[in-house]
């Protein structure tokens, strides 16, 4: 389930299971979305991206679903291991803009 | 092909110390970024450069500078370190702006 730690809200599956990873955007303007994973002691990496005429894209059992209407993004991993365990946070752009707005993250730990 | 490289990756520093962070990428981009992040909090931007010649502050850039020293470094300065300055800090670049970062691992900083 998902609870909010003290910092960062942590979301637990097991290993094998589907992980969602929600995210509210802010500004209703925002364009393009981008999804990172953070592991311990890394900067962030790229996952997956999607633009606001799109509903949904795929990768590599990631997905991730727009929801402009409500302001929402999801990314789905399918068949967690335990490599995905990082901290996950979406950013949004508008408009090919410098600046990209960081969501605070969400721990996702994966259980054997 | 290192991506992106930060220099030093872990400091302390007392109050009124200054430093250079460094940051340097070897996948020819335009753009680059200087970020904090903070527990709980999602990167912050401090300073980005849209082009080799020309820097921009962005969301908290008070108490730092950069430069710009050529397509491919681009330094942080701290002139009189703070202990509100402790943070880990992320250098990123993209090709240009509005397009997926590529992010170093960090410089973790302490201001005591």
């Known amino acids: 389930g998902e609870s909010v730690g003290l910092h960062l809200p942590t979301l637990s599956v097991q290993e094998g299971d589907n992980s969602i990873i929600n995210c509210a955007y802010s500004n209703s303007a925002s364009d393009y979305f981008i999804w990172y994973k953070q592991e311990s002691g890394k900067g962030p990496q790229f996952i997956i991206d999607i633009r606001s005429n799109m509903d949904k894209r795929q990768g590599q059992r990631v997905t991730v679903l727009l929801n402009k209407t409500v302001k929402h993004l999801s990314l789905q991993i399918a068949a967690t291991q335990p490599g995905d365990s990082a901290v996950y946070f979406c950013a949004e752009n508008r408009n090919y803009g410098q600046n990209f707005v960081f969501g605070p993250g969400t721990r996702l730990s994966v259980l054997p | 092909n290192a991506g992106v490289t930060q220099t030093p990756k872990f400091q302390v520093l007392k109050t009124g110390q200054s430093m250079t962070l460094q940051c340097a990428q070897d996948m020819n981009h335009n753009s680059m970024y200087w970020y904090r992040q903070d527990p709980g909090m999602g990167l912050r931007l401090i300073y980005y450069?849209?082009?080799?010649?020309?820097?921009d502050k962005g969301e908290v850039p008070n108490g730092y500078n950069v430069s710009r020293l050529n397509k491919r470094e681009f330094s942080l300065r701290l002139e009189s370190a703070a202990p509100s300055q402790t943070s880990v800090y992320f250098c990123?670049?993209?090709?240009?702006?509005?397009?997926?970062?590529?992010f170093g691992d960090g410089t973790r900083l302490s201001i005591l």
């Open positions: 450069s849209a082009s080799e010649g020309t820097t």
């Open positions: 990123a670049s993209s090709e240009n702006s509005g397009q997926p970062q590529h």
